[in-house]
């Protein structure tokens, strides 16, 4: 089979980027262009200091989010076809579940590092400039409410990147139920903040009336 032509023939600046398989990372999203060039925007800004979140989660005692927070960098790096940076944040990922201390993990940390600031400042430089578009209001179909709900919650609960398209995808029905706090989950996604996403959809979910 194929590919789909989005996959074959999008921007040429895309497959000019080092460290990023953007024909990977295509085929990942279905050859959609404009959902891939979000996940790379979501990516350069989201996860840019993963790395100095994971120093701190150590120096406060918190290895269990340290660890998370690489095993989320891993994942993204893998959507978006930064094999690389998948890479080296497993390395990091698998060092910390070992129980490795701060010092001895710099050895990984500052390499990893280093790729993924470069890949992400190439980013910020090269994605063409994000238009904000407020999403028309609508009438809520709670069963389609309940579905999208439920369809957000497995995929967030599962770490999975494929929460922001659906999210996005509901965003609208989301804000017409959840008023601000919409903006608020919506934002959690796109910043793979995953479990905090989940806890506030939850909590949206309880204080919104039937």
Same mark, same amino acid.
């Given at each position: 089979?194929?590919?789909? /032509?989005? @996959?074959?023939?999008? #921007?040429?600046? %895309?497959?000019?980027? !080092? *460290?990023?398989?953007? $024909?990977?990372? =295509?085929? &990942?999203?279905?050859?959609?262009?404009?959902?891939?060039?979000?996940?790379?925007?979501?990516?350069?800004?989201?996860?840019?200091?993963?790395?100095?979140?994971?120093?701190?989660?150590?120096?406060?005692?918190?290895? /269990?989010? @340290?660890?998370?927070? #690489?095993?989320? %960098?891993?994942?993204? !790096? *893998?959507?978006?076809? $930064?094999?690389? =940076?998948? &890479?080296?944040?497993?390395?990091?990922?698998?060092?910390?579940?070992?129980?490795?201390?701060?010092?001895?993990?710099?050895?990984?940390?500052?390499?990893?590092?280093?790729?993924?600031?470069?890949?992400?400042?190439?980013?910020? @430089?090269?994605?063409?400039?994000?238009?904000?578009?407020?999403?028309?209001?609508?009438?809520?179909?709670?069963?389609?409410?309940?579905?999208?709900?439920?369809?957000?919650?497995?995929?967030?609960?599962?770490?999975?990147?494929?929460?922001?398209?659906?999210?996005?995808?509901?965003?609208?029905?989301?804000?017409?139920?959840?008023?601000?706090?919409?903006?608020?989950?919506?934002?959690?996604?796109?910043?793979?903040?995953?479990?905090?996403?989940?806890?506030?959809?939850?909590?949206?979910?309880?204080?919104?009336?039937?």
């Amino acid at each position: 089979m194929s590919p789909p /032509a989005a @996959a074959t023939d999008s #921007a040429p600046w %895309l497959h000019a980027i !080092a *460290g990023l398989d953007a $024909a990977d990372g =295509l085929r &990942r999203v279905l050859g959609r262009r404009e959902a891939y060039v979000g996940l790379l925007r979501r990516f350069a800004v989201g996860q840019a200091r993963a790395f100095s979140e994971i120093r701190a989660a150590l120096a406060e005692g918190r290895r /269990a989010d @340290a660890e998370r927070y #690489a095993h989320t %960098l891993k994942g993204v !790096a *893998g959507s978006i076809g $930064a094999r690389q =940076l998948q &890479r080296e944040a497993g390395d990091v990922e698998a060092a910390l579940h070992r129980g490795i201390t701060l010092p001895d993990l710099e050895i990984q940390l500052a390499p990893a590092e280093q790729t993924l600031e470069a890949l992400a400042a190439t980013l910020l @430089a090269a994605l063409p400039r994000e238009v904000d578009v407020a999403p028309p209001a609508m009438t809520v179909d709670r069963k389609e409410l309940h579905a999208a709900v439920a369809r957000l919650e497995e995929l967030l609960s599962q770490d999975a990147v494929e929460a922001i398209d659906v999210f996005d995808a509901a965003a609208p029905m989301l804000t017409t139920a959840f008023g601000e706090r919409a903006g608020r989950i919506g934002k959690l996604v796109k910043d793979y903040s995953f479990e905090d996403a989940l806890v506030a959809l939850r909590a949206a979910v309880r204080e919104s009336p039937e």
